[in-house]
T-cell receptor
């Protein structure tokens, strides 16, 4: 059973370009989370999605950032018109379908390291 | 604002000794507290969690202690091994929303 997969692992963009980060959750998982990590810092929550629904986007910047998790295919985190401050590691996590418990363990992918030149 | 933070940024420990990593939190409404291990270039890896109504939980070579009176969380690693060298994060989770709030991390360096 493959873990959470993210691609690309490394992405280099010039200022003003678009970045698309992809995340395939673990098999059977229908909840996806995106986090951002700056060097030497902890992860910061960005957005929580279920299939075709954004559940919580309280951590997403108001502009340039968007996320989706379509019925088919991976979850996509899209950053338009990237700036140098967007350089970071972006991690995706997935958890199983909610079975009524208050907490579901989140399994993290290897991350995408975005560098903006 | 609500946050989860750590006291020590770096911890050096001799191989075979026990390690203790500390974490302070400010949100009393959290339901779960979780410890993650992150090795260089990798994503966080779940170590152990503890529910807010518990004081102690043990796993394989690890013990998590929760002191709600002083809002303090600790991770104890017994007989630390070179493979334990990593950055350790505490995180908290509330019942609604499922998002994790992470602390700033402690780097553990195991000396042979």
């Amino acid at each position: 059973n493959a873990g959470v997969m993210q691609n690309p692992r490394h992405l280099v963009r010039r200022r003003g370009q678009e970045a698309r980060l992809r995340c395939s959750p673990m098999k059977g998982h229908s909840h996806v989370y995106w986090y951002r990590q700056l060097p030497e810092e902890g992860l910061k929550f960005m957005v929580y999605l279920q299939k075709e629904n954004i559940i919580d986007e309280s951590g997403m910047p108001k502009e340039r950032f968007s996320a989706e998790f379509p019925k088919e295919g991976p979850s996509i985190l899209r950053i338009q018109q990237v700036v140098r401050g967007d350089s970071a590691a972006y991690f995706c996590a997935s958890s199983p379908r909610d079975i009524g418990t208050s907490y579901n363990e989140q399994f993290f992918g290897p991350g995408t390291r975005l560098t903006v030149l | 604002g609500e946050s989860v933070g750590l006291h020590l940024p770096t911890l050096s420990v001799q191989e075979g000794d026990n390690s203790i990593i500390n974490c302070a939190y400010s949100n009393s409404a959290s339901d779960y507290f979780i410890w993650y291990k992150q090795e260089s270039g990798k994503g966080p890896q779940f170590i152990i969690d503890i529910r807010s109504n518990m004081d102690k939980r043990q796993g394989q070579r690890v013990t998590v202690l929760l002191n709600k009176t002083v809002k303090h969380l600790s991770l104890q690693i017994a007989a630390t091994q070179p493979g334990d060298s990593a950055v350790y994060f505490c995180a908290e989770n509330k019942a609604a929303g499922n998002k994790l709030t992470f602390g700033g991390g402690t780097r553990v360096l195991v000396k042979p």
